[in-house]
Nanobody, 116 residues
Framework: QVHLVESGGGLVQPGGSLRLSCAAS????????MGWFRQAPGKQRELVAV???????NFADSVKGRFTISRDNAKNTVYLQMNSLKPEDTAVYYC??????????WGQGTQVTVSS
């Protein structure tokens, strides 16, 4: 089983930027797609960004134009670059891998707090 570890979260002011990393214990190329999710207090977990094995990307409307997702297959790492952060982006962010339309187990995530 591939283990995914998220990092890079923290406290940032509105308008700031953060880059999250998701390091996998094995090749991420084995996944059909990699995704970043987030869960804010009292809300359901939502898909924020996804990148396919071939590099195609898709984003939630709420982050389009502000977030980018990328992957480095050689490093078995997926990144989420977050710019122009807003207080409503505050959440725990998780990464996951999709195989045959099913997402895997969840890790501990990384906390992102956007506040002045």
């Amino acid at each position: 089983q591939v283990h995914l570890v998220e990092s890079g979260g923290g406290l940032v002011q509105p308008g700031g930027s953060l880059r999250l990393s998701c390091a996998a214990s094995e090749s991420i190329f084995s996944f059909d797609a990699m995704g970043w999710f987030r869960q804010a207090p009292g809300k359901q977990r939502e898909l924020v960004a996804v990148i396919s094995r071939g590099g195609s990307t898709n984003f939630a409307d709420s982050v389009k134009g502000r977030f980018t997702i990328s992957r480095d297959n050689a490093k078995n790492t997926v990144y989420l670059q977050m710019n122009s952060l807003k207080p409503e982006d505050t959440a725990v962010y998780y990464c996951n891998g999709q195989t045959t339309f099913a997402w895997g187990d969840w890790g501990q995530g990384t906390q992102v707090t956007v506040s002045s």
